[in-house]
């Protein structure tokens, strides 16, 4: 069943043109928190608002689930608790259960998010995980890696709910909480090489300089081109281009987007020389992985 989730007023509109959301049925879900596998951790909905202009969501006295919100472009606000953090690009938000929230998507520049309303006895447990130092909101090191676990879960709920579902979409969120959790908690003297990825992959949706990339992480850019030939076989410009070709893919593969909206999305201001950049990585015009993916 697709549903737009319901708030406090006010509300958002009701669709976003693009959006994919799913809600597991409740019947499901209170099955599925009485059973071993499943008790830990039960997805309850997830979705995606693609530039989800006016997208708002309040809530006076929380909400039962924990809520993670993982952006993947644009930017907004999230005040949890009374606090309020930025929530932009590359970066996710921890809503606790029962927390008075509210979220709000730019009006300049309205985000993309993907969102999961998560239940379980170990929800308590995550969200000290997911949330250090009472900070709720962090970056994302590998962004691509976290929207196709996203992906992966909304692709499950959107088949006809069973039990094996509600089971295998416990697993991915499983996945996809630990794997936040471990880039919180990774240390935050990491070396050049690691920052340098780090940032990289915090905007791939943008244009690097080697020179201010390394200067920015300590070190010549010389030294840096070495540790990135010696690491992944090519410079920092070629990597962070592979990094904007995987982020295509998985517009193309999981969007509705427009080709022109994905080259935006990830650094080109022309269609055309991201379609000519695209089919040297991938052999096939945008269209044509489009096409494929979707088959």
């Known amino acids: 069943m697709i549903t737009a989730r319901g708030s406090a007023a006010p509300g ?25 596998a499943t008790r830990q951790l039960t997805v309850v909905d997830a979705g995606y608002y693609p530039a989800a202009a006016g997208h708002l969501r309040r809530r006076d006295v929380g909400a039962r689930d924990l809520i993670v919100l993982l952006c ?19 970066s996710y ?32 447990d995550l969200t000290r995980l997911l949330v250090r130092e009472g900070q709720p909101v962090a970056a994302v090191r590998s962004l691509d890696r976290a929207v196709a676990l996203f992906d992966e879960l909304l692709s499950l709920l959107e088949r006809r709910p069973s039990p094996a579902q509600v089971l295998a979409a416990s697993g991915v969120a499983w996945q996809l909480l630990t794997r936040l959790a471990a880039d919180r908690a990774l240390p935050g003297d990491a070396s050049p090489f690691e920052r340098a990825v780090r940032y990289l992959e915090a905007r791939v949706d943008g ?16 030294h840096l081109g070495a540790l990135f030939r010696a690491a992944t076989g090519s410079g920092p410009a ?3 281009t592979g990094l904007k070709m995987a982020r295509a893919r ?25 379609s000519r950049r695209f ?12 096409d494929r993916a979707g088959g």
């Open 12 to 36: 958002p509109p009701s669709a976003f043109a693009g959006q994919r959301v799913r809600e597991v049925p409740p019947a499901h879900v209170e099955a599925a928190l009485r059973q071993p």
């Open 72 to 90: 993947v472009s644009g930017h907004g606000q999230v005040d949890i608790g009374g606090v309020s953090h930025r929530l932009g690009a590359a």
């Open 93 to 124: 938000a921890v809503l606790p259960a029962f927390v008075p929230h509210r979220y709000q998507s730019s009006d300049d520049v309205p985000w993309t998010i993907w969102w999961a309303h998560l239940r379980g006895a170990e929800i308590g």
């Open 207 to 222: 244009t690097i300089q080697v020179g201010a990339l390394a200067e920015l992480v300590g070190v010549s850019a010389s």
């Open 238 to 240: 070629a990597f962070h």
């Open 250 to 274: 998985t517009l193309l593969a999981t969007t509705t987007m427009p080709v022109a909206e994905v080259a935006r999305a990830v650094g080109y201001s022309d269609p055309l020389h991201f």
């Open 279 to 290: 089919r040297q990585h991938q052999g096939l015009s945008p269209s044509a992985y489009r």
